[in-house]
């Protein structure tokens, strides 16, 4: 087992409950954060060897890939429904949050991209505040919208609408 993750969390393997698989995706967002951190603590002692590249390309790959449309998810489904029920406010702050975490990874990715490629070199301890700053955001803003936007959300929504949710979530990705 890599010392790096977590054990895997249990996913939902189909998309007819989108709720279900937003908080699945919130669950690989944790464990990547794990992930990082880990590697962060890593790094100074160890160096950059082949397996923390590895990490690094993991990492990279999930917050690239899998987030962004994890994000856009939110912002087609969830924010909408939030607006409607009056709760701008919350919502613009949702919007706010992904744009700052994505600001956030753009800044951190360097460093992971040199470490994915074997070229990390020490700069110091400041070197992982971003990271750190980066995963306390990430929490914060998965705690919110687990407890305030997903029931606010799901609390509207008929069982045929959040299937039509889940098919558009498949289509999006290749998968309906």
């Known amino acids: 087992m890599n010392a790096f993750l977590p054990p895997p969390q249990p996913t939902p393997g189909r998309f007819d409950e989108p709720f279900e698989m937003l908080e699945a995706c919130h669950g690989r967002v944790r464990r990547s954060l794990i992930q990082m951190e880990r590697l962060a603590a890593r790094l100074p002692v160890h160096g950059c060897d082949a397996q923390a590249a590895q990490v690094a ?19 087609r489904h969830i924010l909408p429904l939030l607006r409607a029920a009056g709760d701008e406010a919350f919502a613009a702050q949702i919007e706010q ?7 956030l990874w753009i800044e951190l990715r360097r460093g992971l991209a040199e470490v994915a490629a074997g070229s990390w070199i020490a700069a110091g301890p400041a070197e992982f505040v971003g990271w750190a700053k980066f995963a306390t955001l990430y929490r914060a803003h998965i705690a919110s919208e687990e407890a305030i936007a997903f029931p606010a959300a799901r609390a509207v929504l008929d069982e045929a609408t959040m299937k039509a949710i889940g098919h558009e979530m498949a289509e999006r990705r290749g998968l309906g």
Request: charged content about 40%; hydrophobic content about 25%.
């Open 57 to 75: 390309r993991d990492v990279m790959r999930y917050f690239d890939l899998s987030a962004p449309m994890h994000h856009e998810d939110e912002e």
């Open 97 to 103: 949050e992904h744009h700052e975490l994505h600001r």
